[in-house]
């Protein structure tokens, strides 16, 4: 079975600081991850995915992920965070059976402090 | 364009009525999605369509209840619903079920008195 696991359900970072949020997955397949990030009252938005190929994978906002296979990771950071980088962020992994599932994570809160 | 319709944004209902929700897309997708979200939990998957056919029901309440008129739109109709299915139920599409990424509505926020 596929999990993921979010380390933090809640990351304070100063304005102009490293953003880093920690996401850890488990597959016995090659997995597609994916990191989403919901702004209050709004739906989720695709940040970023990982599919095949290169593991450094760039996104919108400045937001980048590197998959790590050896460490299952799927880490997103953000070299400087901006006030409007507050939001819920969540990492998902594709179910295996193509079903369309996503496994999502419990989701982690970025709060930026000015 | 990447986006994806809901209507209505916001919807109070009482126990004994019956409403719709309604979601629109236009990129082509083959694959639509409902999902309920309660606050600060992910997304639960609800339904999965694949080329306008059911094709996932996560046990899902018989009093939710969902159709796929067309490649475009997906509708849930709702009756007789409980004070705890209020939350935010998301609509999403994907190119196909086979591991593309899923793109989001803006939700329908609904409240059960």
């Known amino acids: 079975a596929q999990s993921v696991t979010q380390l933090g359900s809640h990351v304070s970072v100063s304005e102009g600081a490293l953003v880093l949020l920690r996401c850890n997955y488990s597959s016995s397949v090659p997995p597609y991850l994916f990191w989403y990030v919901q702004y209050p009252n709004q739906g989720l938005q695709l940040l970023l995915k990982?599919?095949?190929?290169?593991?450094l994978v760039k996104g919108i906002n400045g937001f980048e992920a590197e998959f790590k296979k050896s460490e299952t990771s799927f880490h997103l950071t953000k070299p400087s965070a901006h006030m409007s980088d507050a939001a819920e962020y969540f990492c998902?992994?594709?179910?295996?059976?193509?079903?369309?599932?996503?496994?999502f994570g419990q989701g982690t809160t970025l709060q930026v402090k000015p | 364009d990447t986006e994806v319709t809901q209507t209505p944004k916001h919807l109070v209902m009482g126990m004994t009525n019956k409403k719709s929700l309604k979601c629109e897309q236009h990129?082509?997708?083959?694959?639509m999605y409902w999902y309920k979200q309660k606050a600060k939990k992910p997304p639960e998957l609800m339904f999965v369509?694949?080329?306008?056919?059911?094709?996932i029901n996560e046990s899902v309440p018989s009093r939710f209840s969902p159709e796929c008129p067309n490649s475009s739109l997906l509708n849930l109709h709702l009756h007789a619903l409980q004070p705890e299915d209020s939350a935010l139920y998301l609509c999403a599409s994907s190119l196909e079920t086979a591991s593309y990424e899923q793109y989001f509505g803006p939700g329908t926020r609904l409240t059960v008195t």
């Open positions: 369509y694949s080329y306008e056919k059911l094709s």
């Open positions: 998902a992994v594709s179910g295996s059976s193509n079903t369309g599932k996503l496994i």
């Open positions: 990982y599919t095949t190929g290169a593991t």
């Open positions: 990129m082509g997708h083959r694959a």
